[in-house]
């Protein structure tokens, strides 16, 4: 089965500062979620992207997937104590495959 | 509902009961998936349905565990005979069906087993 991996773990910022948090994909991905998860709440969907060298931005996050290497990468620019929570990446592996999460990068903004 | 709906929001069970999580779906999505996530760890899969299609149960941890979703819309996820290893936030998720874009995610029920 496909499993995500996602690196770092866990990421402090100062406010300001800009950040890169990344995701690797076992196989290949057929499409890439970013989600943001607040403590004990639900996920909420960022971007999706599905075709390689595909890049996308909303406000001051960019994610991009490079669909060779099996990666994606999202990226905060300025970051600010709004950004924190847990970042999650998902793909869905095709037909016959589970909808999977990676384990999650949990960020923290200091002010 | 606007959003995908979950009750109850928190669940305080003692060990050895069977407890209920309900989901309420988007309307008019196909798909409805359910999660687990522990205290500080990612999403667990436990089970999927599409449509009138067989379910995917390959993620459900023990016999212990069941869903059912009926009519196409509202799902129910029972835990039988509690056990303290139970304890997380189960996720419920809905979307139009694999591969046509984002799962939304309900707030999720917090499951504590004393």
């Known amino acids: 089965s496909q499993e995500l991996e996602q690196s770092p773990q866990s990421l402090i910022v100062q406010e300001g500062k800009n950040l890169t948090i990344n995701c690797t994909s076992s196989?290949?991905?057929?499409?890439l979620y970013w989600y943001k998860q607040k403590y004990g709440e639900g996920l909420i969907f960022l971007m999706m992207?599905?075709?390689?060298?595909e890049e996308k931005s909303h406000e001051k996050i960019t994610a991009k997937l490079d669909e060779k290497k099996q990666q994606s990468s999202l990226h905060i620019t300025a970051s600010q104590p709004s950004h924190a929570g847990i970042y999650l990446c998902?793909?869905?592996?095709?037909?016959?495959?589970?909808?999977?999460f990676g384990p999650g990068t949990r960020l923290s903004v200091l002010p | 509902g606007a959003g995908v709906s979950q009750s109850p929001s928190n669940k305080v069970t003692e060990k050895g009961k069977d407890v209920e999580l309900r989901c309420d779906p988007i309307?008019?999505?196909?798909?409805l998936y359910w999660y687990r996530q522990s205290l500080g760890q990612g999403l667990e899969f436990l089970i999927y349905?599409?449509?009138?299609?067989?379910?995917?149960k390959s993620g459900l941890p023990s016999d212990r565990f069941s869903a059912e979703r009926t009519g196409g819309s509202v799902s129910t996820l029972t835990i039988q005979r509690t056990q303290q290893e139970d304890s997380a936030v189960y996720l419920c998720?809905?979307?139009f069906g694999r591969g046509t874009g984002e799962l939304f995610f309900g707030e999720g029920s917090r499951l504590t087993v004393l």
């Open positions: 998720a809905s979307s």
């Open positions: 196989k290949t991905l057929y499409g």
């Open positions: 992207l599905q075709k390689g060298g």
């Open positions: 998902g793909a869905d592996g095709g037909y016959g495959q589970n909808f999977v």
């Open positions: 309307s008019g999505h196909t798909a």
């Open positions: 349905f599409q449509g009138n299609s067989a379910p995917d």
